[in-house]
């Protein structure tokens, strides 16, 4: 192992309480001259992928100011400082879809972009409970449900839809079933490890 590529120098700039700027001077070889390089320095966050007992995927709607437009997005949020991200799983899925988490599989956690970000993201697998009645959901934020009537995403109809929506040729099933599909959902357990335990 070699003592290059080396830090040099760090330097850290706060934006706001969510984001900071990580400058970092990198020698690559012996003698070279040092470059500058620049990262988005933020918590970890996470992402959650869930079936609630009617066999939908959840999803939300909001507004990004990034894009300058809404999104449809799976339920996600940023791990606040000392807490677990399997806490925050469950947190932000209540927040956002008021539906609480029955089970919590972890899926893994990686680095999301090397080239500009410093954090990690952590995905899980969670099977919901029923929504919780009368419960608001955050206000950046509106569960498929209350946006589209249909309380969440049929894995089945919805991607056929949108394959058929990008190539006009693809034959329609012969019969669309506007319930959840008959056949549960199941995940392809990991080589050699089983099912993710729930947490």
């Known amino acids: 192992m070699t003592d290059w590529p080396k830090i040099k120098s760090r330097r850290t700039i706060d934006i ?44 939300v709607r909001q507004y990004r100011p990034a894009v300058e437009g809404m999104t449809w997005e799976l339920p996600a949020g ?24 029955r089970a919590v599989h972890a899926l893994g956690s990686y680095a999301a972009c090397t080239a500009r970000l410093s954090n990690r993201a952590h ?20 569960s ?12 089945r109809r919805h991607f056929h839809a949108a394959i058929a929506h990008r190539h006009p040729g693809t034959r329609r099933p012969a019969r669309l079933s506007t319930s959840p599909p008959s056949v549960p959902c199941r995940r392809r357990p990991a080589l050699n490890s089983g099912v993710p335990p729930a947490i």
């Open 16 to 59: 706001s309480p969510w984001m900071k700027i990580i400058e970092r001077e990198v020698e690559f070889a012996e003698g070279a001259k040092p470059e500058i390089y620049h990262a988005v320095g933020q918590q970890d966050y996470i992402a959650i992928l869930a079936r609630t007992p009617d066999g939908l995927i959840p999803i």
């Open 78 to 101: 940023m791990v606040d400082p000392g807490e677990d991200a399997a806490e925050t799983c469950r947190r932000e899925l209540l927040e956002e879809t008021a539906l609480p988490a």
């Open 123 to 142: 995905s899980f697998f969670v099977e919901t409970g029923p929504r919780v009645a009368d419960r608001a959901v955050r206000p950046a934020s509106r």
């Open 144 to 155: 498929a449900g209350d946006a589209a009537g249909t309380g969440g995403f049929d894995s």
